[in-house]
Nanobody
Framework: VQLQASGGGLVQAGGSLRLSCAAS????????VGWFRQAPGKEREFVAV????????YGADSVKGRFTISKDNAKKSVYLQMNSLKPEDTAVYYC????????????????WGQGTQVTVSS
C-alpha cells in the first residue's frame, strides 16, 4: 500500500485543518487506517484510527471532541478534520494502514505515508 498525506499547513490557535490520506496499490488486507503525529524530540503519538470496513472510530483523549476521522472507500481515502487546534497539536502527521483490527499501537501499522506538517501558532 502506498499512502499520500496532504493538507497540513500553518494555522492560528482555534483554527481548523483537514488532512487527507490517499491510498493506492494493494489495500485488500487493510483493516485499520490511523493517524499518528510526532513533534520534535517526542515519541510518535497515536491520534485516531478508523476501521476500513465498519467505519468504527477511536481517538486519543487529547483530541476527542476536536478531531474527527472519516473515510471514503470509493476514493480509498481517509480524512482527519481538526478543529479548535492548539499549539500543542503542532507536529508532523502521518497516516498508516494496519492489517490488525482496532489497533492503536504504531508497530501494528506496516505502511506509512510521508507525513504532513501541521503548525499551530499561539
Amino acid at each position: 500500500v502506498q499512502l499520500q498525506a496532504s493538507g497540513g499547513g500553518l494555522v492560528q490557535a482555534g483554527g481548523s485543518l483537514r488532512l487527507s490520506c490517499a491510498a493506492s496499490g494493494r489495500t485488500l488486507s487493510t483493516m485499520s487506517v490511523g493517524w499518528f503525529r510526532q513533534a520534535p524530540g517526542k515519541e510518535r503519538e497515536f491520534v485516531a484510527v478508523i476501521n476500513w470496513n465498519s467505519g468504527s472510530t477511536y481517538g486519543a483523549d487529547s483530541v476527542k471532541g476536536r478531531f474527527t476521522i472519516s473515510k471514503d472507500n470509493a476514493k480509498k481515502s481517509v480524512y482527519l478534520q481538526m478543529n479548535s487546534l492548539k499549539p500543542e497539536d503542532t507536529a508532523v502527521y502521518y497516516c498508516a494502514t494496519s492489517p490488525v483490527y482496532g489497533s492503536i499501537w504504531y508497530r501494528d501499522f506496516d505502511s506509512w505515508g510521508q507525513g504532513t506538517q501541521v503548525t499551530v501558532s499561539s
